[in-house]
T-cell receptor, first 117, second 112 residues
Framework: GAGVSQTPSNKVTEKGKYVELRCDPISGHTALYWYRQSLGQGPEFLIY????????DSGLPNDRFFAVRPEGSVSTLKIQRTERGDSAVYLC???????????????FGPGTRLLVL | KNEVEQSPQNLTAQEGEFITINCSYSVGISALHWLQQHPGGGIVSLFMLSSGKKKHGRLIATINIQEKHSSLHITASHPRDSAVYICAVRGSGGTSYGKLTFGQGTILTVHP
């Protein structure tokens, strides 16, 4: 079956602009995660959804960052007033969800490379 | 100090060598993941461990919960093993249950 997909694969924008990054999880996966990976670093947690609700948004760096998952499948990460420091690869992952009762592997998408000029 | 520390940061080996990458963590966990990331590519999960040892092909992962330490071993290394290997831990409860905390990664280069 299809894996996690993310669009766009690359996004170049100017400082101050608004961007939206999309994640399509594996069908049926209730848990969805957003991570950010800066060059040469390991990924950093941003936000975790269980179904439609954000179970943990402690990793969002500031109020310019927001994510939604209105129907419990596709998620959109929204960044307002982008800054050069937001340039990174934004990774999405999904897993079956806590109610599955099994320890869960997270399946990662290919990422969206965001460059803020 | 980061919650998840990997060593070494960079590792160069000759084809056929036995490779070990180490991961230490300082928080309570429910599971530890070893991930592989190729240049320009996505992340692939290699192992998920909560105790003991797992083996898949030439890859072996071990974890010592008491010592908060895990190792990833590659036997008979091959140039196609060249990648970044990342250790990540999953929180042990509450809202931290789902999220992963990552190490900085180990860049492995295997020369023919």
């Amino acid at each position: 079956g299809a894996g996690v997909s993310q669009t766009p694969s690359n996004k170049v924008t100017e400082k101050g602009k608004y961007v939206e990054l999309r994640c399509d999880p594996i069908s049926g996966h209730t848990a969805l995660y957003w991570y950010r990976q800066s060059l040469g670093q390991g990924p950093e947690f941003l936000i975790y959804f269980q179904g439609t609700g954000a179970a943990d948004d402690s990793g969002l760096p500031n109020d310019r960052f927001f994510a939604v998952r209105p129907e419990g499948s596709v998620s959109t990460l929204k960044i307002q007033r982008t800054e050069r420091g937001d340039s990174a690869v934004y990774l999405c992952a999904s897993s079956p969800g806590r109610t599955s009762g099994v320890q869960e592997t997270q399946y990662f998408g290919p990422g969206t490379r965001l460059l803020v000029l | 100090k980061n919650e998840v520390e990997q060593s070494p940061q960079n590792l160069t080996a000759q084809e056929g060598e036995f490779i070990t990458i180490n991961c230490s963590y300082s928080v309570g966990i429910s599971a530890l993941h070893w991930l592989q990331q190729h240049p320009g590519g996505g992340i692939v999960s290699l192992f998920m461990l909560s105790s003991g040892k797992k083996k898949h092909g030439r890859l072996i992962a071990t974890i010592n919960i008491q010592e908060k330490h895990s190792s990833l071993h590659i036997t008979a290394s091959h140039p196609r093993d060249s990648a970044v290997y990342i250790c990540a831990v999953r929180g042990s409860g509450g809202t931290s249950y789902g999220k992963l905390t990552f190490g900085q990664g180990t860049i492995l280069t295997v020369h023919p």
